[in-house]
C-alpha cells in the first residue's frame, strides 16, 4: 500500500515569499490533515478535511495560511507572505475516517521549509 | 494549560532497560488513545492504539490509560538502540469533528 506522498521534501525561501506545499494521501482515505511541527514540538493541527470540507481550521492563520483539497483527494497548503515562525516541518496526514478505529492517522515525511 | 502534556526529555537509558513514558490530559472527552514514534526528519508512525481504559500489549510494547487519573504510559521492555526516537502520545475523541491533538513528544535515547 502506498503512503502519503507530500512534496517537496525541503524548501528555503525569504520572508514574505509564498510557497506551496503538495500532499497526495494514501487511496480511499476521507480524512487529510495538515500539521504544522516546529523543531522540539508536537504537530499542531492546522486544518482538517473530511473529503471536500473543512472539519476543523482554528488554528489556521487564514490571514497568511490557505489550504484546499479538490475532488476529496490531493490537497495544497500555501503561504503568503512566509514569516521567520513559519519555519517548521509541515506533515500531511490521511486516515480513514475522522472517529474512533478510523482515526488512526499516516503521515507523510512532512515538508521542511526554512524561511530566511 | 495545554490539552496534552508531555514531559520532552530527553530520557537516557542503556539498551536491555525498561523505559516508561507518559502524558497527562485534561479533556474528558478524550477516549482513544495512541502513541506514535518519529525517527529524526521522518513523519510520526503509529506504534499502539487504545480504546478508553485498560492495557495493551504488543511485542515489547505495552501502553496504558487511566482515565479516572487522565494519565496514559507506554512501556518499552528490553529497550533496543533502534528505539531511540521521539515518542508522541496523541488523543481523540468520540464527537465526528474531534480533531487529534497530540503532546510534545518525549525524546528516548538507548544507548549500546
Known amino acids: 500500500e502506498a503512503g502519503v506522498a507530500q512534496s517537496p521534501r525541503y524548501k528555503i525561501i525569504e520572508k514574505r515569499q509564498s510557497v506551496a506545499f503538495w500532499c497526495n494521501p494514501i487511496?480511499?482515505?476521507?480524512?487529510l490533515y495538515w500539521y504544522q511541527q516546529i523543531l522540539g514540538q508536537g504537530p499542531k493541527l492546522l486544518i482538517q478535511?473530511?473529503?471536500?470540507?473543512?472539519?476543523?481550521d482554528s488554528q489556521l492563520p487564514k490571514d497568511r495560511f490557505s489550504a484546499e483539497r479538490l475532488k476529496g483527494v490531493d490537497s495544497t497548503l500555501k503561504i503568503q507572505p512566509a514569516k521567520l515562525e513559519d519555519s517548521a516541518v509541515y506533515l500531511c496526514?490521511?486516515?480513514?475516517?475522522?472517529?474512533?478505529?478510523?482515526?488512526?492517522?499516516?503521515f507523510g515525511q512532512g515538508t521542511r521549509l526554512t524561511v530566511v | 494549560q495545554k490539552e496534552v502534556e508531555q514531559d520532552p526529555g530527553p530520557l537516557s537509558v542503556p539498551e536491555g532497560a525498561i523505559v516508561s513514558l507518559n502524558c497527562t490530559y485534561s479533556n474528558s472527552a478524550f477516549q482513544y488513545f495512541m502513541w506514535y514514534r518519529q525517527y529524526s526528519r521522518k513523519g510520526p508512525e503509529l506504534l499502539m492504539y487504545?480504546?478508553?481504559?485498560g492495557n495493551k500489549e504488543d511485542g515489547r510494547f505495552t501502553a496504558q490509560v487511566d482515565k479516572s487519573s487522565k494519565y496514559i504510559s507506554l512501556f518499552i521492555r528490553d529497550s533496543q538502540p533502534s528505539d531511540s526516537a521521539t515518542y508522541l502520545c496523541a488523543m481523540s475523541g468520540m464527537d465526528s469533528s474531534y480533531k487529534l491533538i497530540f503532546g510534545s513528544g518525549t525524546r528516548l535515547l538507548v544507548r549500546p
Open positions: 487511496s480511499g482515505h476521507a480524512t
Open positions: 487504545t480504546y478508553s481504559s
Open positions: 478535511f473530511q473529503n471536500n470540507g473543512v472539519v476543523d
Open positions: 496526514a490521511s486516515s480513514l475516517g475522522s472517529t474512533g478505529w478510523s482515526t488512526e492517522a499516516f
